[in-house]
């Protein structure tokens, strides 16, 4: 698939690299505006980019626009696909751009016109007679969208600010194939009956209440599955000679100054004043762990120091994206930092990436990995980002994990990598993190002795495994679909006594289970069997013991399987041997 770029270069790609798909969707995205505006021309058009997976456009429409709608629109795609229109591109100067967008009364784009460096050339990529500014790339033309549909309708206020007026948001999805569009629908009902918030509520993990939008309550069971995650880290972390330490929720201005955060991620933060002073509450752990690090002096012999933390953060996040689990305004990041030598640099980027593939194959996630370059913004010499860039570079290629470059997406004090994980039905979701910073140790004048007797500056690395414990946990709901392993399930084992009579054999049982280290719950309702079976079935619990009278007098159990159904009688210490077996929970 040929794809034309702003320089008027043209490339040869396929649809299976990202920056294609890039290109294939927002091509898509202009294609939409162009049957909208066929449609109804005095409709304003706001933005189109392509997404993680699709494209969207904003418009200002003079009416209501609704699903009625949305399907006039998808018919005029077609058409214009069907005249398989070249995708041209040429340049105007910031005036000329800013009087053909004056003369169409297309306000937003001249707005973001008016915003651009006055001496900077405009590209525009014209298809047919629809024509916009735009960096591009795009595809080559039109008649290769061969598949697309476009899926819901959502407002959403112009530049994502509140104050401004509020546009329509056409979400939509477009293949090569209509194979593949097939597959990418089939793929969406089956999240539809993942969604961890309705799997979430239906199993009693968690809710979030209206007095704290973007802030999520675990409910009991939900703090088993997330307590069994932090016991599984706690776990892996003390046996790579990680110390767990905690730090302040909220800390001085003065030191988010010093560490970049008050410049570079004020919008994100929340702040309030103590005793007449600036505070911010901590959007992530690192400033805490430089503290930790600076509070006695250090030695070569102590490197490279491996500091853990499951810190409570907080992220001033905007209304209009919060998403269950996975976006929110508070949650649990598995931080951990690293201070080391130069000379152990590429070794311990090698030593984390291990941990990392260690715990995402526990879970059945493959992953691949992206490794983002110095962004616009951002602090330190050209030297020293090209010294990071090239050591997370080494490191992955001695370990021959392959990586994908992505340009300027950086932090803003060092270079990543970034683990993509891959869920059971497709979906690709960021959580891993190797972030390599030259910038804060010496922001903060952090040093240590080194052999020869004289003070330097350590190298260090922010990383994560889990991400946010939270979003963790919605990804793992969804991807298990509400079916956790044995280990991972907040109640592995369901008591089901076929009448009150039995309760006191039941409790025996439980006990017994429960002294044997398994999480047991009785149902002791007066409900037929088959009722509590279909109930322990909807609560996705791996086993269901049935006790009656066979049992009782047998002093056996009957066991049934969530996913095998029944699996026949056996003593209690036969089951108990089983599910040891089974579980996997002590394995590191």
Known sequence: MKVICRNNEMREGSFEEQWVKEAFWH???????QAVKRLYPDTKCAIGPAISQGFYYDFAFSFSFGDEHLRLVEDEMRKIVAEALTVRVYEMEREEAAAYMRERDERYKLEMIENLPAKEMISFYRQGEYAEFCAGPHISNTCHIKAFQLLSIAGAYWRGDEKNEMLTRIYGISFPKVSELTAYLQRAEEAKKRDHRKLGKEL????????GPGFPVFL??????KNLLIDYWRRIHHREGYMEISTPVMLDRSLWEMSGHW??????MYTLQIDETDFAVKPM???GGVLVYQSKPRSYKELPMRLGELGLVHRNEKSGTL?????VRAFTQDDAHIFMTKEQVIGEIQNVARIIDEVYTKFGFAYRVELSTRPEHSIGSDEEWEMATDALKKAMDGIGVSYVINEGDGAFYGPKLDFHLQDSIGRTWQCGTIQLDFQLPARFHIEYIGSDGQAHCPIMIHRVVFGSIERFIGILIEHYAGKFPLWLAPVQVKILPIAERFHDYAEETADRLEKAGLRCEMDERTEKIGYKIREAQLDKVPYMIIIGQKEAEAGEISVRSRDQGDTGSMSIEEFIEKIREEDGMHSC
Request: hydrophobic share 35%; aromatic share 12%.
């Open 323 to 327: 998403h269950g689990l996975m976006r």
């Open 220 to 225: 009991p069971k939900g703090m088993v599955l």
């Open 204 to 211: 009693g993990l968690f809710t979030i209440f209206e007095q």
């Open 27 to 33: 091509t898509s995205a202009h294609v939409l505006a």
């Open 263 to 268: 410049e570079y991620y004020r919008e994100s």
């Open 285 to 287: 752990s690192c400033p």
